[in-house]
Structures are given as C-alpha cells and as structure tokens.
C-alpha cells in the first residue's frame, strides 16, 4: 500500500509562484513513476506532470512546460511540482499519484495511477 500526502497549495496572485510537495511512504517505489494531476469542478482530471522514480525521467503536458518543474527528493520519498508564472487558468485542485509505469502511452492517463493523494487547491488571482 501507498500513502500519498500532498502540501503547498494556496492562493497566489497571477504570475507567482508556488511550490506543491507530495510526500509518499508505505513501500518501495523504484518501479513506480508519480504525476501531479489537476481538476476544476465540472471538468475531468487532467495531467499535468509525471517523474520516473529511478531515472528521474519527466514528462509534462503542454501548457505547463516551460513555468512547472517536476522533481524527486528519493532520501526523502518526496516528490516536488515548482509553479512559476502562474496564470489563473491554473487554479485547480491538484492531485499527486504514483503508478507502476509499465508503458510511456500510460504517463498521462489518470485510469493507470493506483494511488492517489487528498489533493491539494491552487488558487490563482488575476
């Protein structure tokens, strides 16, 4: 079993930045990859960033690539989302999940996690 807890969210003005931690604990996750995941009310999860635990591989949607980085803290069973330049279309609850990444096609699709944390809201203001 893994335990997924996520900390960081909050309410910042457009084009600040936030840091989302999500600390994860109950087994080893050398096989695993962790994603951070976003939803607005109405509207289906949505991917927004993934990190291959050994190898530190990354993967990010689109429209965060450039202002959101991915990290992994492995002493520390951590995974980190750093958010610059955020924009209001960003505000969302934020999810961090882990899965036994068997395929790269998998790497966005919230149906492959197999855990997930409490989420976590991101507010930004215009």
């Known amino acids: 079993q893994v335990q997924l807890v996520e900390s960081g969210g909050g309410l910042v003005q457009a084009g600040g930045s936030l840091r989302l931690s999500c600390a994860a604990s109950?087994?080893?996750?050398?096989?695993?990859?962790m994603g951070w995941f976003r939803q607005v009310p109405g509207k289906e999860r949505e991917f927004v960033a993934a990190?291959?635990?050994?190898?530190?591989?990354?993967y990010y949607t689109d429209s965060v690539k450039g202002r959101f980085t991915i990290s992994r803290d492995m002493a520390k069973n951590t995974v980190y989302l750093q958010m610059n330049s955020l924009k209001p279309e960003d505000t969302a609850v934020y999810y961090c999940a882990a899965t036994i990444l068997t395929s790269l096609a998998d790497v966005g699709r919230s149906a492959a996690y197999d855990y997930w944390g409490q989420g976590t809201q991101v507010t930004v203001s215009s």
């Open positions: 109950g087994r080893t996750f050398s096989s695993h990859a």
């Open positions: 990190i291959r635990w050994s190898g530190g591989n990354t």
